[in-house]
Every structure is written in C-alpha cells, then in structure tokens.
C-alpha cells in the first residue's frame, strides 16, 4: 500500500489544545476600585497582571501627577485593620487577593506628606484633604475638639463658599457630617468661624485644612494593634519619622528613625534594637506581642516602607540571597518622597478643572459594609470603612513595660536571644541608661536645687488620669533609704505649677530602682506616708519626702498610679510640630490667619499639648558644635559647665588678651512682611573674672542697650556679678572706663544709664541698662502684667536700633529666651502674622542651645502672648491689615 494511502486514512484531533487556546482568550479579570470621593471605577484587565498595571491604571483614570503618596487597599477576608494589606506593585495580582474575582480595592493615602506645602498640584492636596476628612469621621485621627471645629469650618468653606447670612440661616450645618458626635452647640462654633474664613478658595481652605491637621499628634500615623509584656493592649504606629507607641489614644513614646538599628519579627513577635547611647556597651531590644503573624509582618513590611520612602534617596536595591537563605525578601520598590519631589521641580504644573464632592449628609449611610453578597449591585456607591484602632487596657499595666533587654552586639553572627522567654525580674524590666551620680541631684538630698538643665516631661491633669476611676490600678511602694540617706529619684509638678506630682526620673541601683514593685517614670505620686499631695506646692512635696528619712523606722510608702505618662528625650526631627507660617496662602487673611493661631495656642494651653510639644523639641540642634567653649583655657569662663554658644553664632572678641572667647550668642529673629530683623547677643551673667570681656563685648558690637532678667543673688546664690558701678561713681577695666550718671529703681525693675569710654582714643557712647527685679526665686511670676510692661519699655527703647541689644539672666537662656520670645510674639502681632511660639523657640535654639529653659516658663510666656492678643495690648498695625 502507498505511503500516500496512509496519510489520507487517518487523523488527529488535539482537543485539550483547542481548549486551553479557548480559556487563554478568556484572560481578564475585573478590579473595582473605590476612591476617597466615594466614586468607583471598574478595570478590566490581564488575569496576569501584577499590582504595578493596575496601579498605572488607576493613576491614569485620575490623572494623578504626584502618585507615589497613594496606594490601593484590600481586603484578605473582612474588614478589620488587621486585615487590610497594601497591594504590592511587583507581585501577580491573583496570588496576593484572595477574594474575587470581582476584586475589590481602595485607593488610599498611603504615605502621609509631612508638610502640604511640598505638594506641587492643588489635585493632590484635594486627595490628602479627602483621606483627613475620612480618617477623622471614621475616627482613625483624633482630634482635640477646638481643632475638630476649626477644620471642619475649613472643610465647609472649600465646600459651600463664603457665609452668607441670607442663605446660610441657622442650622445650615445640621445635615453635613463634618466631625464624630456632632452637637448643635458644635456646629454653632464652626459656622462662626466659617464666617471668619471669608475670600478663601477652595484650596486655600483645603491648603489652611492640611496644614493644622499635619501639627496632630496623630496625623500620618498607621496604627496596628498589639500587647505589651503584660499582655495590655496598645498600638503601634509607624511614622514618616519613626516609631510611636500610643496607648487609649494617648502617645507614651517615640523611637526616630535615628535612634533605630534594626527592625525584625519571627512569628508574631516585633523587635526593634535601638542604639546604644553614650558609654553603653549594649543595644536595647524592644519586643511586642502582635495579634497574628500576619499583622506582625504587615507592621514590619510597614516599617520597611515608610523608613525608605521618607529617609533615603533612592530605594536600597535588594541583596542577592542564597538558594535556601530565611527571611523576608520583601523591600521597597517604589519611589521615594526625595525622588518624588525632585521630579516634581521639573515638571510643568497642570492646571486642571475638577468637581469637588459634598461632605456627607446625616440621610446617607455613611460607612456602609461591602460583602460579597451585594457584589451583584456593585454598581452602587460603596465607601471602605477604616476600623478604629481602639485598645482596651486595665488601669494598673504600665503604658510602655515591653520586653525591655541589654543585648551585646559586638559579634557579627550575634542573634538576639528570645525577649519573651523569661519572666523580667522588678530590676530589669525596664532599661536605663547609667548615668553619672554627680549630674543628677534628687528630691531626698539635701544640696539638691531646681535641675534646670534637663529635660522634663509633662501631661495635663485631664490627661494624666488616661480615663480610669481615681480607686482603680494605684500601686503601694516602700522604700528604705540608702546609707547617704537618699531614695533615688526626683519629682516635678505641685499645685504650685497647676500640675500633678510626677516621678521624673529615678537612679539605677539607689532603693527607688530596686524596690519591688519597682518605681517608674512617669508614675503619678497621690500619697506620701498616708497624706494625700493634692493641693500640696512642689517644695511642701520634696520636704515631705525627706521628712521620711526622720521616721523610725526610717521608711517612705508611696500611693502611685502607675506610668500615667513616659517621657522620653528622645531625638524629633524639625518638621514634627513646627507650623511653618511661610506657606501660608497668600489668599488667606493675614487676621484670619492670625486669630487662628491664637485660637490653636488657647487650645493647646487649655490641653496640655502645647506644652507636651515644647519637650519633645530638642534642646540643641543637631549637628551643631560648641568645641571652642570646652577647650581648657575657656572653661572657667563658662558660668555653668553644660551652657555653651555655638561655634556658628559665638560672639567673637577682637581686641582681648585673655583670647576671643565669651558665652555669648548671636540670636536674630527676622519679622516676615515688616522686614524687621531684631537682633540680640543673648549672654550669661557676667562672673568677676569675665567683666572686662563683657564690656568689651559691648563696645566691639556698638550695643547701646543692656536687658538684664536677673537680680544679683537668688536664694542665697550669686546670679551675676555686679558689672556696672554706683551712681556717679566710675570703674575703669581695661581700655574702657564705665560712668553710672542715671539711676531710677522701681519695685519691678530698674532703670540706669552709662557713659561708656574708650580711654584709649576718647570716644564716648551712652548705654541703656534695663533690669527686670520682680522675678520670684522660684518658678514664674503669678501675674504677667508687670513683666509685660518691662517689655514695652524695653521695645520702646529699641525703636530705630539696628545693633544688637544685649539681653542677659544668670545661664542666658531660661529668662533671656522668654523675654526674646515676648517680643518677638509681639512683633508679630503688629505686623499681622501668626504666631506659633513653638516656631519661634525652635528658630531661638537653633541659634543658642536650650533658649526657655523648662516648661513653665513656655507656659508663662504663652499665656502671656495670649494675654497681650486678647486685651488687644498689642495689635495689628494699619499697614498690615488687610
């Protein structure tokens, strides 16, 4: 038979093939994406696409220029927080959502911009101004009440225009859900600050939105819950800036990204090293208990996210691994915030056309569930709730007692050893860092005086109580002294100061540390030997304390509520609650923008915010040295041995034997709009031996005025040498002769004036000496009027100055930085600008370390800026209001 016969008898038919050809045509999948405007969109697109397309895609339907902020949420099976994953751009989409297809997916703000004003387009602003809104209904970000109402007047008039009194009548508010528990009396408050908001655009309202919400403490924070060692409920949020631990909504502590070594997790246990510090010769390893290894690594992967997009440049490219390496290989693939802006610089802005959504009314469902049951009409607006992140915790855990170790890390092949495999003995449980007994003096020691040169933490009494009935988790500690006669550790507050009685520090190895229960910072003092210290003054307290000692036996029992509040000195970068007034809206009213910086220091003085934000500004800049004021031949002109200019901003002397150096600083405090730079020497107090560079000092920078916010002796103390003689008698120092020809003492301050020669070539000058007396020995002065007229006096005397005024108390930087602050404040409030005191500090320090000293003078000085505000003592100039 032919060869040919065979091929035409027979046949083959592949149906597999023909099948599989057939599901390959059927390739797409369908992704629903629902957006912060509550809009959705569905995209079909390749079943083997990875997050990256999809992504594109989204961007594209927005049109959204500065993209790499947002990112696309889902869900793995409900929608807890704990649930809720970033989808990842280079993974295949199937193999990370497990529900579907249809998938569902939520663009959100992923990483939160530090400040609005370094988004280039008003488009992305409206995005970020959409997520706030949505994280403050959905009560993701806490918001003290003034501020709620003054953001949602913001939010009213992007939306509804300026106030108008024949269409806006009474309760014209009462169907828009602008905050969580809407009241009437709270919409009464933002209608009347709507009124004060008028001529603003849209996004000026959305721009003036962002940038008071960016100053909460809550703002940009992903929060995921976890236990402590005491298996007590808390949160950790991961930060452009670092870590932070918050408890019931309040913040107990902060780790920077400086301070952090290294992050990891093995199961559902979180670990964060931090560095050594000083003289230390080992890390500290922090754990966490997470609910699920699953939200363990979501915080990890977190971390890795935010620390990359915000900190380097470019994304560190991953490491080639090994066949069978262990570990995580997941890294950032996306484009950094440094990338992102620097591509921003050089592209064209876009100038683009866009509806606005409403807010929300009362009528609408307004967090509705999504499930796979109503899939069928998902045609339907659909909104994705944000859970709440809401730990529950008993009163008597302490806020931050987590797994707390020394751990050596000098071997390179070193793994850090379980943290949670034993039991931390009372000694242990938390780590301190030794310190030097002769820097710290305590409440029991008698040669003990105000420590002003260390940092100190404090929590408003409203606060302070953290929500538990006053009988629920008190402690009992007792103590005995040691064979000095000294318990170990310092307190602050008293009725005195208006604020509870706090444990601020205690020693390592002194009676305080290894007692059991042990004593912690931050514990809350209520009793002291069965004697209740409410309404006891800080001085009645510390007395109280040594009076123990005298007992027989000689032992002091403590009532405490444990760790109230945990303060760290911890290192914060510059953005973190410094309003920067320069990006204010040019369209705003300056009144307006004024009188709402008033309004946001009222509330921050009425909840203790202000003054929690003042201690976690750093006290030096970083990165600035002061290697000439510790050199041997310069010491003994340093009246205190840890108070030192700056190299940068030292005042130089020229023409003095004994070498150029003096404790003094350049400070200049520049007036935006006035074109005003008032310049200061801020200066310690003159010692004996430091007189003749002090007047040398004054005649080199051509100084006609002298603010002093001293007496001579305080307390039995010498605060400053008297540098200036009697009336009409003369003191020759050197080439200068120094004639007192005018003196006028009050009860509050005193008035001289000098002739001031040089003998040398005869030439004469006349110099104003200001003296503030009515400083009490302790603490601030009860009432500010007296001290507010000083500060007339002295600005009087500055008219038409354009050469440094020199301003000194005993160090020259507790008093002589609130006296700069004062009138700094004051100028600003001439020349129509806000005031944001702790602006103003951060700009005073960055110019001479630790300028306002401790935390009731910032108090006193913000009251007393409010004060002048309020009685209108000081006002907008005409040439200022517009």
Not at 91 to 103: E, F, T, V
Not at 238 to 263: D, E, M, P, R, Y
Not at 458 to 471: F, I, L, R
Not at 739 to 767: A, D, M, W, Y
Request: include cysteine; glycine fraction near 4%; proline fraction near 5%.
């Amino acid at each position: 038979m032919s060869r040919r016969a065979f091929v035409g008898s027979s046949g083959t038919y592949n149906v597999r093939a023909s099948e599989l050809a057939r599901e390959k045509r059927v390739k797409t999948i369908r992704c629903i994406v629902f957006f912060l405007d509550d809009s959705q969109q569905t995209f079909e697109i390749d079943k083997r696409s990875k997050g990256q397309h999809l992504l594109d895609m989204v961007f594209q339907h927005l049109e959204l220029i500065e993209k790499d902020y947002f990112g696309l949420q889902f869900s793995d099976n409900d929608h807890s927080s704990d649930t809720m994953r970033w989808m990842d751009a280079s993974k295949y989409i199937r193999k990370q959502i497990k529900l579907g297809p249809p998938y569902l997916l939520y663009f959100r703000v992923k990483f939160y911009v530090c400040d609005p004003s370094k988004l280039h387009e008003e488009y992305t602003r409206y995005h970020f101004f959409l997520q706030l809104k949505k994280d403050i209904l959905d009560g993701k970000l806490v918001v003290p009440s003034a501020t709620s109402v003054l953001l949602a007047s913001y939010a009213v008039q992007s939306e509804i225009g300026d106030f108008n009194p024949e269409e806006h009548k009474n309760r014209y508010l009462a169907d828009l859900r602008l905050i969580p528990n809407q009241t009437e009396e709270m919409e009464k408050k933002i209608a009347e600050l709507h009124k004060l908001h008028k001529g603003q655009t849209p996004a000026d309202a959305e721009y003036n939105f962002l940038d008071h919400a960016k100053r909460l403490d809550m703002y940009g924070v992903d929060l995921h819950r976890a236990r402590d060692s005491t298996n007590t409920d808390i949160q950790l949020g991961v930060t452009s800036s670092g870590l932070v631990v918050f408890q019931n909504n309040l913040k107990i502590n902060t780790f920077s990204w400086a301070k952090i070594v290294k992050i990891s997790f093995k199961r559902k246990q979180f670990f964060i090293q931090l560095r050594r510090e000083g003289t230390e010769t080992y890390d500290s390893l922090l754990g966490f208990n997470m609910l699920s290894y699953r939200s363990c690594k979501n915080l990890w992967k977190s971390c890795v996210e935010h620390h990359t997009f915000f900190r380097l440049h470019v994304p560190r490219p991953p490491k080639r691994r090994l066949l069978f390496s262990l570990g995580s290989k997941f890294r950032y693939s996306g484009r950094t915030e440094y990338q992102t802006l620097e591509d921003g610089k050089h592209k064209a802005r876009t100038e683009r056309i866009f509806t606005r959504s409403p807010s929300k009314r009362f009528a609408r469902q307004t967090v509705p569930q999504v499930t796979r049951e109503v899939l069928d009409g998902w045609e339907k607006k659909i909104s994705k709730p944000v859970a709440r992140m809401n730990g529950t915790s008993a009163s008597h855990i302490r806020p931050y007692d987590s797994f707390n170790h020394k751990i050596q890390v000098s071997e390179p092949e070193y793994r850090p050893r379980k943290a949670w495999a034993e039991t931390p003995s009372p000694e242990i449980t938390a780590f301190t860092p030794s310190i030097p007994p002769k820097l710290i003096n305590y409440v029991d020691d008698d040669t003990a005086t105000d420590d002003l040169y260390e940092m100190s933490s404090y929590m408003s009494e409203t606060a302070v109580t953290n929500g538990h009935e006053e009988s629920q988790g008190l402690a009992t500690i007792r103590m005995k002294p040691d064979d000095q006669g000294r318990f170990g550790f310092n307190v602050k507050g008293g009725a005195d100061q208006n604020l509870p009685i706090l444990v601020s520090r205690v020693a390592p190895n002194t009676p305080a540390d290894t007692c059991i229960p042990r004593l912690n910072e931050g514990d809350q003092v209520l009793m002291i030997n069965g004697r209740e210290v409410a309404g006891l003054t800080h001085d009645q307290v510390v007395k109280l304390i040594r009076a123990s000692r005298e007992r027989h036996p000689a032992e002091l029992l403590l009532t405490v509520r444990p760790n109230v509040y945990v303060g760290e000195d911890v290192e914060e970068p510059d953005f973190q609650y410094i309003p920067d007034a320069r990006h204010v809206s040019s369209k705003v009213p300056r009144s307006d923008v004024l009188s709402e910086s008033m309004l946001l220091l009222s509330d921050g003085l009425e909840s203790g915010a202000t003054m929690a934000q003042f201690e976690q500004l750093y006290r030096k800049k970083p990165g600035m040295t002061m290697n000439v004021a510790k050199l041997p031949e310069n010491l003994s002109k340093n009246r205190y041995r840890d108070i030192s200019p700056y190299d940068s901003t030292r005042v130089i002397l020229l023409g003095s034997s004994n070498g150029d150096y003096i404790n003094a600083s350049h400070v200049h405090m520049e007036i935006p709009t006035s074109g005003i730079v008032n310049r200061y020497i801020a200066t310690q107090g003159p010692l004996p031996t430091t007189t003749f560079d002090f007047w040398l000092m004054v005649w080199e920078q051509q100084s006609t005025l002298i603010v002093m916010v001293t007496t001579l002796m305080e307390r039995g103390r010498s605060k400053c040498h008297k540098y200036w003689p009697k009336l009409y008698e003369s003191l020759e120092i050197g080439f200068l002769q120094v004639t007192c020809v005018r003196e006028q003492e009050g009860p509050s301050f005193s008035f001289r004036e000098f002739t001031l020669i040089n003998s040398e070539n005869k030439e004469e000058r006349h110099i104003t000496h200001m003296q503030y007396t009515a400083w009490p020995d302790h603490g601030v002065p009860d009432d500010a009027s007296d001290f507010l007229e000083f500060v007339m006096q002295v600005r009087q005397n500055r008219v038409g100055m354009v050469d440094s005024a020199i301003v000194h108390c005993s160090a020259g930087i507790g008093r002589t930085g609130v006296l700069i602050l004062m009138e700094t404040a004051m100028c600003l409030i001439e020349a129509n600008e806000p005031v944001y005191p702790l602006d103003i500090v951060k700009s005073m320090r960055d110019q001479r370390a630790m300028l306002i000293q401790t935390t009731s003078q910032y108090k006193f000085v913000c009251e007393a800026i409010l004060k002048v505000y309020n009685e209108r003592i000081v006002k907008p100039l005409k040439e200022y209001q517009r």
